[in-house]
């Protein structure tokens, strides 16, 4: 029987994977399902699994924070709708990296990986070098935002993607702000519409309100225990990471 732990704290998601799971010609058994990075320590510290799905973006923080934490040596397969954790979760026992929302297909290809994984683990380190370079394929191969237009009274006007520090959401209406401290305003309704169309090697959501290009950050200190201070490029104002992703920020900027 194939023991599995299930870290997620969307229940549909679980309930879409415990579909999955139980449509699949093996036994398997779902001993827990955890929704928090404070119990997932606790259950990973005093029990073992012959697998773990874990979502990224927990309730009460990030889920590298668990893995920093305590020692799992099973295979991980991620699910998550970021794709600007991929690199941290190949760095964390990571096997695949279900963006969501994924078909059954994709379901089955991670679970195939899974079994490959299990009876050739002599293999371990080739397959896990080959799922890096594809997905870095895939991020080098996806067509990305290049400048956003710009309505204004005098005309349309681009800016170019190449001179945002930052983009900030504030009351609804989201912002792009340049190497001078200017701010635009844009057509995007929300920044998760923005974080879906830039390259995530070179921006990242520190909160839920700023997205921040890695070239313009220009130093870093800590702010209060669990996140940090960042100076950007042209601007005075230091922007703070929420708890949840200061873990993943300082691996993703130092990279």
Known sequence: MIRILI???????????????????????????????????????????DLIFSDIELLDGNAFEIYSSVSVSCPIIFTTAYDQFWMNAFESNGIAYL????????????WDKFLLFTKTPSLENELLANLTKLFE??????????????????GIYFLNIE????????????????TIGKKYILNESTLKEIEEQVNPLDFFRINRSELVCKQYVEKMERYTKNTLAIKMKGHEKCLTTSQSSTSAFRQWVER
Request: no cysteine.
């Open 7 to 49: 870290i997620e704290d969307e229940i549909p998601a679980r309930k879409k994977l415990k579909r999955f799971l139980a449509e699949l010609d093996v036994v398997a058994e779902v001993v827990a399902e955890i929704d928090t990075v404070k119990i997932a320590v606790e259950f990973l510290k005093d029990n073992s699994v």
């Open 99 to 110: 963006l969501k929302p994924f078909s059954r297909e994709r379901f089955q290809k991670a």
């Open 137 to 154: 394929k895939s991020l080098l191969d996806k067509s990305y935002r290049k400048r956003f237009t710009l309505h204004m009274r005098q």
């Open 163 to 178: 001179s945002i520090v930052f983009f900030e959401a504030k009351e609804g209406v989201v912002y792009a702000s340049d």
